[in-house]
C-alpha cells in the first residue's frame, strides 16, 4: 500500500467510528421491521428460554390496569395553583385511593429495595393530598415525571421524579435513553435514578457516552430481554394486594424492587415481542446498568477499529486485485459486489454481543462502507456492471469480408 491509502483507512476507519457513535445515539431508525439490525441481543435472547427463577425474589410487579376511578379531565390546563383549564367530560386513572393505602401499609415495614412508581399524575382527584403525603413518607421511590414536567400536578413536582419516556421510532422499540438534557438540567430515567440510589453512584454525563462507576457506558443502549413477559414473574393487581393481611403483605415486598403502574395496556413493540410491558423495558434497562452491559472497553474499540479499518482496506484497493487474488471463496469474493457487506457486519454484530456482551448494530455501518465503496470505486463498478448485462461492444475474432 502507499502513503495515500494508508492516510484513506486511517482517515476512514477514525471517520467510520464517529459514524458509529453518532448511530448508536441516534433513535430514528431501524423502525417497524428491525430484528436483522438486532441479530446479537436476538441470537441471545434464544439462549434465555424464560425469566430465570432468581428474579421472584428481586422483582414485584403491582399492575394498576384494573384497579380505576373516574374523575373530570381537564384539557389545556393551565399550570397554576388549582391545576384548572377546559373540562370537558370525564375520565379514568389509577384509583389513587388504594394506591395512598399501600404505600401507608408498605411504611410500617419499609422492606423492600426500591419502588418505581411509573404512574403519571396529571389529572387532579380528591384523594390526592392523601396520596401525596404518602408518597412523602416513603423512601427509596422514584415517581414517572412523563415528557414535559409542567403536566405534572403541581403538587407532586417536588417527589423524586425520573423519566418514563421509552422512544418506539416507526412504532418499535430499539435502545434505551438513560438521560435527556434540557438547558442545563439532566432529566434522569427512572432505572438510572434507582441505580445511583442502590449502589450510591452518580453519572458523569457525556455526549456519545458518559462515566458510571468508573466505566464508560453508551448513552443509548438495547437491553437485553431477561426478565420477559411469561408466568415466572406473575403480576399482582393492586386491588388484590391491598387484602393480604399485613405478614402476608412483608413477606412479598422483602428485598424486592417494586414496579407500578399498568401492566396490560402500556405495551410496546420491542425486537424481542410484539407487546412488551413498559415494565418490563425498565427493569431490563436496570439490568444491563447493574451487569455492566452498557459498557465501553480498551478492547471493545480496538475491535471496531480493526474491523472499520479491515473494511476500509477493501474499498481503497484496487477492486479487481481484491476479487482475484484476496477474495478467491465465493462468500468473500461477494464483499466486492455489496450484499455480503451487511451479512458481514451482521456476524461481527452477534460475535462482539458474545465476547463484550455489547448490544448494538453494525449492520447500517455495512451499507456505509458499500456505499462508499460503489462512490470510491464507481468506475469499477460501472464496468463490471456493463460485464454482466453484456453491454457495449463484443470481442472476438473479425469476419473475414464475403466476396
Request: hydrophobic share 40%; with cysteine.
Amino acid at each position: 500500500m502507499n502513503r495515500k491509502q494508508i492516510k484513506f483507512c486511517i482517515i476512514n476507519t477514525l471517520g467510520a467510528l464517529l459514524l458509529f457513535f453518532v448511530l448508536q445515539k441516534s433513535h430514528i431508525l431501524p423502525g417497524e421491521n428491525s430484528k436483522l439490525f438486532f441479530l446479537g441481543p436476538l441470537v441471545k435472547n434464544m439462549s434465555i428460554s424464560e425469566t430465570p427463577e432468581s428474579y421472584k425474589k428481586e422483582f414485584l410487579i403491582i399492575n394498576t390496569s384494573y384497579d380505576r376511578m373516574l374523575v373530570p379531565h381537564y384539557e389545556n390546563v393551565l399550570g397554576e395553583a388549582d391545576f384548572k383549564g377546559l373540562q370537558r367530560g370525564n375520565i379514568d386513572i389509577l384509583d389513587r385511593e388504594k394506591l395512598a393505602r399501600f404505600f401507608k401499609r408498605i411504611k410500617i415495614f419499609q422492606n423492600y429495595r426500591y419502588i418505581i412508581c411509573n404512574v403519571l399524575f396529571d389529572q387532579p382527584s380528591e384523594y390526592d393530598n392523601d396520596l401525596l403525603s404518602s408518597i412523602s413518607n416513603t423512601q427509596n421511590i422514584v415517581v414517572a415525571q412523563g415528557e414535559d414536567i409542567n403536566r405534572l400536578l403541581p403538587e407532586f413536582r417536588a417527589l423524586n421524579l425520573g423519566l418514563d419516556a421509552i422512544y418506539t421510532p416507526g412504532g418499535s422499540f430499539s435502545k434505551y435513553r438513560l438521560f435527556e438534557k434540557s438547558g442545563d438540567r439532566l432529566l434522569k430515567s427512572m432505572p438510572l435514578k434507582m441505580y445511583e440510589a442502590l449502589y450510591d453512584k452518580k453519572i458523569d454525563d457525556g455526549f456519545f457516552f458518559s462515566r458510571l462507576n468508573g466505566s464508560l457506558i453508551f448513552n443509548d443502549f438495547t437491553p437485553e430481554y431477561e426478565v420477559k413477559n411469561d408466568a415466572v414473574i406473575r403480576p399482582i393487581d393492586l386491588g388484590d394486594i391491598l387484602l393480604f393481611d399485613d405478614a402476608h403483605l412483608a413477606e412479598l415486598t422483602k428485598g424486592k424492587i417494586i414496579i407500578i403502574g399498568d401492566y396490560y395496556n402500556n405495551l410496546k413493540k420491542t425486537v424481542y415481542d410484539p407487546k412488551t410491558p413498559s415494565h418490563l423495558i425498565l427493569l431490563n434497562a436496570f439490568l444491563a446498568l447493574e451487569k455492566g452491559y452498557p459498557k465501553i472497553s480498551f478492547g471493545l474499540v480496538a475491535s471496531l477499529l480493526l474491523i472499520f479499518l479491515f473494511f476500509s482496506f477493501l474499498i481503497i484497493t484496487k477492486q479487481s486485485k481484491v476479487e482475484s487474488r484476496i477474495f478467491k471463496f465465493p462468500l468473500l469474493g461477494g464483499l466486492v459486489g455489496g450484499a455480503s457487506y451487511v451479512l458481514a457486519m451482521s456476524f461481527f454484530s452477534i460475535l462482539i454481543n458474545a465476547i463484550f456482551g455489547s448490544n448494538f448494530n453494525l449492520v447500517y455501518m455495512g451499507v456505509f462502507f458499500y456505499l462508499e465503496n460503489i462512490v470510491v470505486n464507481r468506475h469499477f463498478h460501472y464496468l463490471r456492471i456493463k460485464r454482466r448485462l453484456n453491454i457495449g461492444p463484443r470481442s472476438g475474432r473479425k469476419r473475414k469480408p464475403t466476396t
